[in-house]
C-alpha cells in the first residue's frame, strides 16, 4: 500500500524558511508528477506547487511564486518544497500528493490521487 508521508512543518517567524519533505513508500512514483498543497482553516484545500517526473518542468500558485521551490529526488522517493520569505497567509496544513496516471493537468486536487496525512505550518507577524 503506497504512502506519502510529510515532515518539516512547524512555527516560523514571517521572514523565515521552512523546508517540508515528503517521502514515499510501498511505491514509486518516479514516472508521476508529485505536489503540494495546502489547506487553512474555513479554507478549501489549494494548490502550491508541482513537479512532473522529469524533476524541472514546476508549478506554482501565483501567491507563492518566487518564495517557493518545489524538488524532488526519485532515488529518495522524496520531493521537497522549499518556503522563503514566509508570510501569516502562508499558515496551512500542507499536503504532500502524488498520482499514477498520465494527465495533463496538475493543479487541482482531482488531479492526485495519494495524498499524504499534512504537516503544520505556522508563521507568526
Known amino acids: 500500500q503506497a504512502q506519502l508521508v510529510e515532515s518539516g512543518g512547524g512555527l516560523v517567524q514571517a521572514g523565515g524558511s521552512l523546508r517540508l519533505s515528503c517521502t514515499a513508500s510501498?511505491?514509486?512514483?518516479?514516472?508521476?508528477?508529485m505536489g503540494w498543497f495546502r489547506q487553512a482553516p474555513g479554507k478549501e484545500r489549494e494548490f502550491v506547487a508541482a513537479?512532473?517526473?522529469?524533476?524541472?518542468?514546476?508549478f506554482y500558485a501565483q501567491s507563492v511564486k518566487g518564495r517557493f521551490t518545489i524538488s524532488r529526488d526519485d532515488a529518495k522517493n522524496t520531493v521537497y518544497l522549499q518556503m522563503n520569505s514566509l508570510k501569516p497567509e502562508d499558515a496551512a496544513i500542507y499536503y504532500c500528493?502524488?498520482?499514477?496516471?498520465?494527465?495533463?493537468?496538475?493543479?487541482?486536487?482531482?488531479?492526485?490521487?495519494?495524498w499524504g496525512q499534512g504537516t503544520q505550518v505556522t508563521v507568526s507577524s
Open positions: 500528493a502524488a498520482r499514477d496516471y498520465y494527465s495533463g493537468s496538475y493543479s487541482s486536487v482531482r488531479d492526485f490521487n495519494f
Open positions: 510501498g511505491r514509486t512514483f518516479s514516472s508521476y508528477p
Open positions: 513537479i512532473k517526473s522529469n524533476g524541472w518542468s514546476t
